[in-house]
């Protein structure tokens, strides 16, 4: 089935450091990829999406290229604040489906 | 304006009892959802409705029922509730042009005793 796959948390960062977080999908056909954030308290956000290979999605200074043949979808950052501390959910949407299907969420922590 | 709004924020109760979540959205959309997230913040979606229909119904206990009186509104209502129902239900909305896209309320904190 479809699934998605990310790196465990939580990712604890010092104020302008790179961030990095892992994810892979396994999926039938070519889905569109996501990431939400969603900071203390609050829902998800949409912070980026990709809908097709080799697409790049940005927002925010973050950024994720859709890698078909790595069936990866890292999100990275060069330069973390403290306000970007959240937990950060990738996914993945079929169109036949009709679904969302997140990973299981990398709480990330950043600190001054 | 909040674009997609729950109540109650927090809803603690005893073990079968029978409670409501509702959900309003001001976006004019037409496809509704709820998600329940765990204690480990893992995200799964438990129902699905476009212009007041189900359409996608996930594997849930059936004391949930969804209700949508109209496309804006979908409200979750659970019976005989239980500790492992303790969780926070987020519902969202979406454009059905572009399901992918969805916007989330703020949740439900939902305590089971």
């Known amino acids: 089935g479809n699934s998605v796959t990310q790196m465990e948390g939580p990712v604890t960062l010092s104020e302008e450091a790179f961030l990095t977080i892992n994810c892979t999908y396994t999926?039938?056909?070519?889905?569109?990829l996501f990431w939400y954030v969603q900071y203390p308290g609050e829902g998800l956000q949409l912070l980026l999406k990709a809908t097709k290979a080799d697409d790049k999605g940005s927002n925010k200074g973050f950024e994720a290229t859709y890698r078909k043949e790595t069936t990866s979808f890292h999100l990275e950052k060069g330069s973390v604040q403290v306000s970007d501390s959240a937990v950060y959910f990738c996914?993945?949407?079929?169109?036949?489906?009709?679904?969302?299907?997140f990973g299981q969420g990398t709480e990330l922590s950043v600190k001054p | 304006d909040t674009a997609v709004s729950q109540t109650p924020k927090y809803l603690v109760t005893q073990m079968g009892n029978d409670k409501s979540i509702k959900c309003e959205q001001n976006l004019g959309h037409d496809t509704m959802y709820w998600y329940k997230q765990d204690s480990k913040k893992f995200l799964k979606i438990m129902f699905s409705?476009?212009?007041?229909?189900?359409?996608i119904n996930e594997t849930v206990p059936n004391r949930f029922s969804p209700k949508s009186p109209d496309k804006a509104h979908l409200n979750l209502h659970i019976n005989s509730l239980e500790l492992g129902d303790s969780a926070v239900y987020f519902c969202?909305?979406?454009?059905?042009?572009?399901?992918?896209?969805?916007?989330f309320g703020p949740g439900t904190r939902l305590t089971v005793t």
């Open positions: 999926a039938t056909g070519y889905p569109s």
């Open positions: 409705y476009n212009n007041k229909e189900l359409i």
């Open positions: 996914a993945l949407f079929y169109n036949q489906g009709g679904k969302l299907i």
């Open positions: 969202a909305s979406s454009a059905e042009a572009d399901r992918n896209e969805q916007y």
